[in-house]
């Protein structure tokens, strides 16, 4: 089993930030940032991933929950801090160039020796702060991304890991031959290459994506060697994991080579009843207002206004999934849960403020281990994402009280047996398609 876990401000919970004992007025530290990381590393996880986000509106400031710091940036200060966690930083497609972020991650690899990840993402905001025109379409954005990953991991691989000769009696550091060109001439990039930074120790970092629609399952089919989704049900991860396996085969590439994590959010106590007592404490914490206006945004911009929130959404107002650009994947699940599972305005406000659409687990940590074991071995799943609902604490009860139920069922590793995140995920080091 593989887990990972999203860090960021104060946790992924609206009110958490508003706990007397939050760690908020801290939380762009590099000091946090480090408790956070030492306590994951310390439970054994695969990996930490930060989010980021390239906007910011009044609801972000009035709530507190946006990317607080730039995510390379303070994950190159963590590589120094930890030796054996994987790193995973996300950085847009649609707002950056391949060439730099082929760099920066190629950099990472090398500070962290080897424990760098990418998580691929093609922005359902941010134009405004770049150029000012429209959002290009959810398929031109994948198109774009398709031909980005080509670039960035040919760039990884215009390097021999042999290149490096020091050859110091003759004066050669490098074998020319072994350094090329890549002469890439697309629809969206020219890139002539070679990479200006060498081999790095994963051959070529980890690729992470998250994207659930179908676009973006067939996008994460061709690149991906880890996916993350937002399901309810175990029957919802089963169908997503045996469809995401069956379009990584019919890529033509090894299904055991990517590894499918729902994302969680598990709410951990001592007993069953204190974890629903936290639940409780939590849900008086959120801002209905701020709510409103995240659920609305998820929706697809359908005006809430007027409607009652003890009742579900009238299904004629939410907008055909094809019509949304901005995260579809994520507006199908709550599309779901407004017209299948007719949840009331004020229960999706709930989900959207507490998990944004992930699975809620509160509980003993006993019955989380339970639904763990369930999820992989009924092929849900091959780990999980964990989005603690407050940091660094939550993270701490997972891993003081789930990861060791897990443990002792033989189900988590109880030591590191590797140095590198491919290591970590049973992945060969890579360098050219799958390895050649």
Request: glycine fraction near 10%.
């Amino acid at each position: 089993m593989h887990l990972f876990s999203l860090i960021g401000g104060v946790g992924h919970h609206q009110g958490a930030w508003r706990r007397p004992n939050s760690r908020a007025e801290g939380a762009t530290s590099l000091d946090y940032y480090s408790d956070i990381a030492a306590t994951a590393e310390r439970g054994m996880f695969d990996a930490l991933l930060m989010a980021d986000g390239l906007s910011l509106n009044s609801t972000h400031l009035a709530s507190g929950c946006f990317p607080h710091i730039e995510p390379l940036t303070m994950l190159s200060a963590l590589a120094a801090r930890t030796s054996r966690i994987g790193l995973v930083g996300s950085v847009s497609t649609t707002f950056s160039e391949p060439y730099n972020v082929a760099r920066q991650f190629a950099t990472l690899d090398h500070i962290s020796a080897g424990r760098a990840a990418w998580n691929i993402v093609t922005s359902g905001h941010g134009e405004v702060n770049f150029g000012g025109g429209p959002l290009p379409q959810h398929s031109d954005r994948y198109a774009r991304a398709d031909e980005y990953v080509e670039v960035v991991t040919a760039l990884w691989d215009s390097w021999d890991p042999d290149a490096i000769v020091l050859d110091r009696a003759n004066g050669v550091y490098a074998d020319a031959a072994k350094v090329r060109q890549i002469n890439h001439v697309g629809k969206h990039f020219t890139v002539e290459g070679p990479l200006n930074v060498p081999y790095s120790p994963q051959g070529r970092p980890v690729l992470v994506q998250a994207g659930s629609s179908g676009t973006g399952r067939s996008f994460a089919a061709r690149h991906a060697e880890v996916v993350f989704t937002a399901q309810q049900t175990l029957d919802g991860c089963q169908d997503f994991y045996a469809d995401m396996k069956a379009k990584v085969r019919a890529a033509g590439r090894d299904p055991e080579r990517v590894k499918v994590l729902p994302g969680v959010h598990p709410l951990v106590g001592s007993t069953e009843a204190e974890a629903l007592r936290m639940e409780d404490e939590l849900r008086h914490l959120i801002r209905m207002d701020i709510g409103m206006a995240w659920l609305s945004k998820q929706l697809g911009g359908v005006d809430l206004t007027g409607l009652d929130p003890s009742k579900p959404v009238p299904e004629e107002l939410l907008p055909p999934v094809e019509a949304v650009q901005a995260r579809r994947s994520r507006y199908e699940v709550f599309r779901q849960l407004a017209v299948e599972e007719k949840y009331s305005i004020n229960r999706l406000i709930e989900a959207e403020t507490v998990s944004q659409g992930h699975l809620m687990m509160v509980g003993a940590p006993e019955q989380i281990a339970d639904r763990f074991e369930k999820w992989v071995s009924e092929g849900g799943a091959d780990g999980f994402m964990m989005l603690p609902s407050y940091l660094p604490d939550g993270l701490e009860l997972i891993v003081d009280g789930v990861v060791p139920e897990l443990q002792k069922r033989g189900l988590f590793r109880t030591e590191y047996t590797g140095t590198t995140l491919r290591d970590h995920l049973g992945l060969e080091p890579l360098s050219g398609p799958e390895g050649a």
